[in-house]
Nanobody, 119 residues
Framework: QVQLVESGGGLVQPGGSLRLSCASSRSLFSIYRMAWYRQGPGEQRELVATITNGDSTNYADAVTGRFTISRDIAKNTVYLQMNSLEPDDTTNYYC?????????????WGQGTQVTVSS
């Protein structure tokens, strides 16, 4: 099993910044890919950013140039730095781990953290 705990959400004004954190109970060395998704009530889940265990990153078009995903191996933590936030970024953000190695390969999700961008 992998437990993922997100933090860092909150209320921010348009143009502001937030940094989300996702702490993993399992070493990031054994996780093939970490990602951030976002989803609001009644909406489809949207992939925001991914980072592999080789530090390859990928971003949704809507956040490219504004968001940065990174990871701290020593802390088993993945971050999402969000700059130039817009009201459309308001929603719940979820951390995801795709584990391919034993034990317990599979998909794991955090509980989510709310981000609100409003003046």
């Amino acid at each position: 099993q992998v437990q993922l705990v997100e933090s860092g959400g909150g209320l921010v004004q348009p143009g502001g910044s937030l940094r989300l954190s996702c702490a993993s109970s399992r070493s990031l060395f054994s996780i093939y890919r970490m990602a951030w998704y976002r989803q609001g009530p009644g909406e489809q889940r949207e992939l925001v950013a991914t980072i592999t265990n080789g530090d390859s990153t990928n971003y949704a078009d809507a956040v490219t140039g504004r968001f940065t995903i990174s990871r701290d191996i020593a802390k088993n933590t993945v971050y999402l730095q969000m700059n130039s936030l817009e009201p459309d970024d308001t929603t719940n953000y979820y951390c995801h781990a795709f584990v391919t190695s034993w034990p317990n390969p599979g998909d794991y999700w955090g509980q989510g953290t709310q981000v609100t961008v409003s003046s």
